[in-house]
């Protein structure tokens, strides 16, 4: 039976998931799932233990901070959300990601966060594996140039020097990577609805993306 309360939003980095999660969440009154940050969170664990069973006990003692449209991270009481944006943590964490061993551990640690209170859930196999019987699942795609310029922009913000080239080769490099990968690629799930964002604005995306929530929800 699918579950009303998920919405899953799939796709490759930079194609404008978390800003639709965010908004999606606060708008609906959900809780916001971000794999993206879990699995930064896990790597920056896994840096320091160097095996997948202690990272796994270090990331249980972080403070995983899941609220309505909005998830942060703590070590003991400083909240370390804005290091893991960090670029290179986002690389390390994307090569951890692609392990079966990251995947197994944080699954049902996702799946947890499931509640009444409905969850949206931004990642790239939400809606394939952790949430199959989500009953709506987005697949948002964007051009790579676009999406670069987007992770520009973010980088830029948070004072990170970064080449525009050496970014778009990054993210074709990784959505390759994403795509071949046997445990979890990068694929839409079957009953996904596919939703370009090269060319709209974020609150186009999300008023689009509600009219299909509404829909899919009449039908069930």
């Known amino acids: 039976m699918k579950n009303k309360k998920i919405i899953t939003i799939d796709g490759p980095s930079a194609s404008g998931k978390g800003l639709l999660a965010k908004a999606l969440a606060k708008k609906l009154n959900f809780i916001l799932l971000d794999s993206g940050l879990l699995y930064r969170a896990y790597s920056y664990c896994f840096d320091k233990a160097q095996n997948h069973n ?75 594996v952790v949430f199959p019987d989500a009953a709506t699942k987005i697949f948002l795609i964007a051009d790579v140039e676009v999406r670069a310029q987007r992770r520009f922009l973010e980088l830029q913000n948070n004072d990170q020097g970064v080449n525009m080239r050496d970014l778009i080769e990054d993210i074709r490099l990784r959505d390759e990577a994403d795509r071949v990968r046997e445990i979890s690629p990068l694929v839409p799930a079957p009953d996904s609805i596919e939703v370009n964002s090269s060319m709209l604005t974020p609150h186009e995306v999300l008023n689009k993306v509600l009219e299909i929530y509404k829909e899919r929800i009449k039908e069930i």
């Not at 909005?70 to 003991?76: C, G, I, L, R, T």
């Not at 909240?79 to 944006?85: A, M």
């Open 54 to 128: 202690e990272a796994m006990e270090l990331f249980l003692q972080l403070g995983i901070d899941g609220v309505i449209g909005a998830m942060a991270v703590y070590e003991k009481e400083n909240n370390i959300t804005q290091l893991l944006r960090h670029e290179n943590i986002a690389k390390s964490a994307s090569k951890l990601s692609s392990l079966k061993e990251t995947r197994n551990n944080l699954i049902s640690f996702q799946r947890s966060l499931a509640s009444n209170h409905g969850l949206i859930a931004d990642g790239r196999d939400m809606g394939t």
